[in-house]
């Protein structure tokens, strides 16, 4: 290895809930380092949410990121010219990192008018273990599966 590797930057729990997860979502959905404004679309969607389900907006969320979180995907293996797909385990924190981001772009592609209204339904429909982000699980396990036969490339 030729350079350091980077140092773990360590994220303050968000003021509301008190949650880590909560402020890593923040973080993942802020765009041009405008926390505020992404802190106000995740508190009005968690709002939302108690509204329409009648339960804790935080509940659903985490509820939404563990059934989006893959245990498994694809990495590229190049063996003697041929490039394979290996299937790997997903590392705890590389899963968190992916269901957020899934969840985060297929609640931009969604109908609403409000960021805030896409966000709610994405999280609602992922905690039900339904919607894109759901999906997007499923194809990437079933991808692995697949691709089960190249498993000793994996080193």
């Given amino acids: 290895m030729r350079k350091r590797r980077a140092e773990k930057r360590f994220i303050k729990p968000d003021p509301k809930y008190g949650e880590l997860v909560v402020s890593r979502f923040i973080n993942v ?3 041009e380092g405008k926390k505020s404004v992404a802190r106000n679309i995740v508190y009005k969607a968690f709002d939302i949410i108690e509204n329409r389900t ?3 907006g935080i509940e659903i969320f985490k509820q939404a990121i563990s059934n989006v979180s893959p245990l498994i995907e694809v990495r590229s293996r190049r063996v003697g010219g041929a490039t394979y ?3 790997t385990e ?3 924190e590389r899963r968190y990192a992916l269901a957020m981001r899934w969840i985060k772009t297929y609640s ?3 109908g609403e008018k409000t960021m805030s209204l896409k966000l709610a339904q994405e999280l ?3 905690s039900n273990n339904e919607g894109s982000a759901v999906k997007k699980k ?8 697949a691709n089960k036969a190249f498993a000793h490339f994996k080193w």
């Fill in 90 to 92: 997903v590392r705890p």
């Fill in 29 to 31: 959905l802020m765009r």
């Fill in 124 to 126: 609602i429909s992922a």
């Fill in 108 to 110: 931009e592609l969604r």
């Fill in 138 to 145: 499923e194809d990437t396990h079933k991808m692995a599966e």
């Fill in 54 to 56: 009648k339960k804790p």
């Fill in 85 to 87: 797909q290996v299937p």
